[in-house]
């Protein structure tokens, strides 16, 4: 039998427990949570400083048939900084697709690519800095 005392030391960690996971459902943004038939990947957020350098998604279909894909390149407040719009696009087989953030964009920044098939997608989230003569990477996320 439970005590008035063991319940409110359950209510007590039960509110704790709430206040360490609400934050983070603050910050999902919408397409976080999608059907069963799909599957998400993030990267890591990455920083980018505007004019020095900037952000771009990287997905490569490595499988010998096309598959759909929808990329977002989100910011760390969950404003969708660039994307491939709400339906997904056909990458043929064997290709990739490059989805480059504003150029104008200081901060952090990840990136989410929706897919059926994770397995048969490569992606990550690099940062890339124009030296003037060639492009430099200065941050790399793949994406889980």
């Known amino acids: 039998m439970?005590?008035?005392t063991n319940i409110k030391i359950s209510l007590v960690l039960?509110?704790?427990?709430?206040?360490?996971?609400?934050?983070?459902?603050?910050?999902?943004v919408a397409g976080d949570q999608t059907p069963e038939s799909t599957n998400?990947?993030?990267?890591?957020?990455?920083?980018a400083d505007s004019g020095q350098s900037?952000?771009?998604?990287?997905v490569a279909n490595i499988t010998?048939?096309?598959?759909?894909?929808?990329?977002?390149?989100?910011?760390?407040?969950?404003?969708?900084l660039a994307t491939t719009g709400a339906t997904p696009i056909s990458l043929i087989a064997g290709t990739s697709y490059e989805l480059i953030g504003p150029s104008t964009y200081t901060g952090f920044a990840r990136c989410r690519v929706s897919t059926v098939d994770p397995e048969?997608?490569?992606?990550?989230?690099?940062?890339?800095?124009?030296?003037?003569?060639?492009?430099?990477?200065l941050a790399f996320s793949e994406l889980r």
């Open 2 to 4: 439970l005590s008035k």
């Open 14 to 28: 039960s509110a704790m427990l709430g206040s360490l996971i609400t934050p983070n459902l603050a910050n999902a």
């Open 40 to 47: 998400i990947m993030n990267s890591s957020p990455l920083y």
């Open 54 to 58: 900037y952000h771009a998604c990287n």
């Open 64 to 80: 010998t048939a096309a598959l759909k894909a929808k990329i977002d390149l989100i910011s760390a407040s969950g404003t969708v």
């Open 120 to 137: 048969n997608v490569r992606a990550n989230l690099s940062v890339f800095h124009y030296t003037g003569t060639y492009f430099e990477t």
